[in-house]
């Protein structure tokens, strides 16, 4: 599992690659504590991208730490991320774990919702 952060002007994109499980949601987690310390420290309010294209679903078995983390990224931060190319196993437990409704999932890098509404601007 590989996880990088990059930033684009006003916007930090942190993407997660490769298998998620059990043994390596603690690399993935360690990538997300990084991108919210980051955006706590930078001067001006960012947009936060999580691209999760590129993530493998190997089973839903131990990744509830994962889960818990990305929910970190909203109470922790001031702005709300936009999840990008999330596969629908994913979705599934994602939302399982969302009680307030906070997870925005969108299919591409254009920030396209299904409903065809960009959100580059909000």
Same mark, same amino acid.
């Given at each position: 599992?590989?996880? +990088?952060?990059?930033? &684009? &002007?006003?916007? =930090?994109?942190?993407?997660? $690659?490769?298998?998620?499980?059990? $043994?390596? #949601?603690?690399?993935?987690?360690?990538?997300? &504590?990084?991108?919210?310390?980051?955006?706590?420290?930078?001067?001006?309010?960012?947009?936060? =991208?999580?691209?999760? *294209? /590129?993530? #493998? !679903?190997?089973?839903?078995?131990?990744?509830?730490?994962?889960? $818990?983390? =990305?929910?970190?990224?909203?109470? #922790?931060?001031?702005?709300?991320?936009?999840?990008?190319?999330? *596969?629908?196993? !994913?979705? +599934?437990?994602?939302?399982?774990?969302?009680?307030?409704? $906070?997870?925005?999932?969108? /299919?591409?890098? &254009?920030?396209?919702?299904?409903?065809?509404?960009?959100?580059?601007?909000?």
């Amino acid at each position: 599992m590989k996880a +990088k952060i990059k930033h &684009n &002007n006003d916007i =930090l994109i942190l993407s997660l $690659e490769g298998k998620i499980d059990y $043994e390596t #949601q603690d690399d993935a987690c360690a990538v997300i &504590n990084k991108a919210i310390e980051k955006n706590k420290t930078d001067e001006t309010p960012k947009k936060i =991208l999580v691209s999760m *294209k /590129d993530l #493998q !679903f190997v089973g839903s078995a131990g990744i509830t730490h994962f889960v $818990e983390q =990305l929910k970190k990224i909203h109470v #922790q931060t001031d702005v709300t991320p936009k999840y990008i190319g999330v *596969k629908s196993e !994913f979705q +599934k437990i994602m939302k399982a774990f969302d009680e307030e409704n $906070e997870f925005e999932f969108f /299919d591409d890098e &254009n920030l396209s919702r299904r409903n065809g509404k960009a959100i580059i601007n909000n």
